[in-house]
């Protein structure tokens, strides 16, 4: 769930982010029609932190991202160190209009290149002994690799800050000329074998 202090989408904004989450069959292209709906924006990658964040007794994480929008006062804090600490400010204020919180599916997805692949891809915190990963895994068979896209660079628990692997940064979903508050994980191109385990089908 994204969780910002904006006004709500208008019902036609919303109706169209509705279809464009819908899964469809694989073989009709998911991934070329979530596309044509929607496109990409760059951001200012500094203002951003991709955080594992733990879930209950601490044994499972989850992806959190968060955005400083405004400088009014500091939405997180990264210490020093791999894995570098987090500290999520922003959950100690009322942080409408000034930091924006991703926390799940409806605010980030994954994109390669022209694809978007939100409806065929999750993405997964995987908490190895030496270090945690942030996976795309696909949900379909031929969809695509599983993907490294971000990794803590050491082993640790709280909120750890998730670093991009090269080749992977953060991008804005776009309606045409708006900004919506959805972020993609995003690559310009499938990676190479060297990167994924599986080489990936063409989309389409």
């Known amino acids: 769930m994204h969780q910002r202090g904006a006004a709500a989408l208008s019902p036609l904004l919303a109706t169209l982010l509705l279809l464009g989450g819908a899964a469809v069959p694989l073989l009709e292209a998911p991934v070329a029609r979530a596309s044509s709906l929607f ?3 760059e951001v200012e990658q500094e203002r ?3 955080v594992s964040a733990p879930i209950g007794d601490g044994t499972r994480a989850q992806l959190n991202i968060y955005e400083q929008v405004k400088a009014t006062r500091p939405c997180f804090a990264v210490g020093s ?3 570098a600490p987090v500290n999520p400010l922003l959950g100690s204020f009322d942080f409408t209009g000034i930091c924006s919180r991703f926390i799940d599916a409806n605010g980030y997805s994954v994109r390669v290149g022209g694809s978007d692949l939100g409806t065929v891809y999750r993405l997964s915190v ?8 942030l996976m795309a895994m696909p949900t379909k068979a031929g969809v695509g690799p599983e993907m490294v896209v971000a990794r803590t660079q ?7 800050k998730l670093e991009l692997e090269p080749g992977w ?4 979903r776009h309606f045409g000329n708006r900004a919506l508050g959805h972020v993609y994980l995003y ?3 499938w990676p190479s074998e060297n990167q994924a385990a599986v080489t990936p089908a063409e989309p389409g």
């Open 39 to 41: 496109q990409v924006g």
């Open 48 to 50: 951003f932190v991709l």
């Open 81 to 83: 160190g791999k894995p």
């Open 126 to 133: 995987i908490q190895g002994n030496d270090d945690i990963l």
């Open 154 to 160: 050491g082993a640790g628990s709280g909120f750890l």
């Open 169 to 172: 940064r953060l991008m804005r």
């Open 187 to 189: 690559r310009d191109s």
